[in-house]
Every structure is written in C-alpha cells, then in structure tokens.
C-alpha cells in the first residue's frame, strides 16, 4: 500500500513497527519542525482545509508536518477489526484496547516522553474544553498525537495506562475526532513561528489578551450609510488604541460574561502584584 497525498501533505514516518512493511513510506521527518500525528479511522480526511490558505502553505514550505496514522492498519483479524461490543450491554461500538495500544505505540515511538514536549491527545466530548491557551501550549512543543475517536469510544484503559490528555471542541458531540482535530491543530499551527507573518494580528485578536477582539473596519470610509467610527480615521494612535480597547472590554462583558469575569481577575492579580 502507498499514499498518493502529495509529500506536503504528510505521509507515514519510518520507525520500527511490529506492523508490515506496507504500512510506510519513506519520508524523512524534518528535523526541528513541529509535527502532528493523528490516528484515524479515515485518513483521507486530511490534510482537509489544514492543506488550505495560511496552514497549507506553511505545510508545504515544511513549516510543520502533519503524519496519518491509520487505525485499520492494526486491526485483527482478516477484516482489521478495531471495535467490540460494550463490556456491560449497551448500544453501538468501543475501540478495542489492543487495536489503539499498538496504533499509540508506532504513533509515540521516537517521540519524547516528557508530555509537555509531546502531548497525547483523545478528543473526546467530555474532555476538558479546548481554547486559546492549550493552542499556545501545544505549539511551545515539539509536536502531538492526536487520537480521533469513533463510534461510542476508546476502551477508558487506554486513557488510564498512557496517561492521555482529554479534550473537546465544545459542549456538542460530533460523529468522529476527525473535525476537531483539524480545527486544533489549525488554532495551534497559526501560532508557530512564520506561518502567520504577522505576530502583531496574534496579539490583537480574540483570546490572546483574554478578551474578544474589538471591531474591525476598511474602505470605503462610509459604506449605505454606515460610516467608519471617526476615531480610527483620526491618526491618533492612543485614542485608537484606547478605543479598541474599551471596546474588546465592552464586548466581551456583553457576549462572554465568563470570559470577562476571568479578565476582570486576572487584571486584580496582576495590580495586587505590583
């Protein structure tokens, strides 16, 4: 078996493997660059929109690495099956725990063993939420493992005995893993070194100071007769700072009141350190 996908699309990594032969293909990792590992069921699902725009190009200029582990590899028996009945009754399919053990083994080979320079991931919706923090966390690392989950989920052994991180997207169940990770590895690759460009629209954006971002404007000056706030037209650049700032405040008071509250403490922690 080959992978078509283009090299900047990531393929299978050469590691030693208890699997055959036919399960890789011979591309190098480059050294440095910060790699995301993802075991799935539907491999073709990536590169996705991660092989688009910002992401893609970063992609392809080797910029980050994205490797496919596909979970059927290491099925048993003649049809590769990966799931089993719940112990206790119930409806739909768990992950074996053998099946994931050996696709999480080939996955952390060669990978550090220090987690928070190699996070291993489940994405599961009862994990903890995932925001602008873990993004910037995992991208201070050197790479990750996601596991992508299906059907009712992974055998919990597997979560116990490698230690695995658990996180959501959100409070809503999605069919598979497939989605959320590739809009956490997007919200984390955005943030390695080059991709963006631009490190100043890092820091002005939602999340990156703990308040949503305050509105954004262009030309024309006045558009059916909505003009641009007169502030920003002034070429003060305090009052336009001030501006943007009460007005992320305000918005994030508005819409995202834990948010906001969590700002609020923070500023108070930050003023008694002084």
């Not at 099956?81 to 053998?98: C, E, H, K, L, S």
Request: proline share 6%; with cysteine; charged share 25%.
């Amino acid at each position: 078996m080959t992978d078509s996908a283009p090299k900047s699309h990531g393929r299978l990594a050469v590691r030693p493997t208890l699997k055959p032969s036919e399960l890789m293909t011979n591309t190098p990792d480059l050294a440095g660059v910060w790699k995301a590992k993802v075991i799935t069921l539907f491999p073709e699902a990536f590169p996705g929109v991660l092989g688009e725009s910002l992401t893609g190009k970063a992609l392809q200029d080797g910029k980050w690495q994205l490797e496919k582990i596909r979970l059927r590899e290491f099925g048993e028996g003649k049809h590769r099956n990966v799931d089993d009945t719940p112990a206790g009754g119930g409806a739909g399919m768990v992950i074996r725990p053998d099946v994931m053990g050996n696709a999480i083994d080939f996955a952390m080979n060669g990978a550090p063993q220090d987690r928070a320079q190699w996070p291993l991931v489940y994405l599961s919706p009862r994990g903890k939420r995932f925001d602008q923090a873990t993004a910037k966390r995992w991208s201070k690392a050197r790479g990750i493992t996601m596991i992508c989950g299906r059907f009712e989920g992974v055998d919990d052994r597997v979560l116990f005995h490698y230690g695995i991180e658990e996180v959501s997207l959100g409070d809503f169940v999605l069919t598979g893993g497939e989605i959320a990770a590739q809009a956490m590895i997007d919200a984390t690759v955005r943030l390695l070194p080059g991709v963006l460009g631009n490190a100043e629209s890092i820091e002005e954006e939602s999340h990156a100071n703990g308040l949503l971002e305050h509105p954004q404007f262009t030309r024309p000056a006045e558009w059916r007769g909505l003009p641009i706030p007169e502030v920003l037209m002034s070429g003060h650049h305090g009052k336009i700072a001030e501006w943007r700032q009460k007005m992320a405040e305000k918005i994030t008071q508005e819409r995202r009141p834990d948010m906001w509250d969590a700002y609020q403490a923070a500023q108070k922690t930050q003023k008694a350190k002084k």
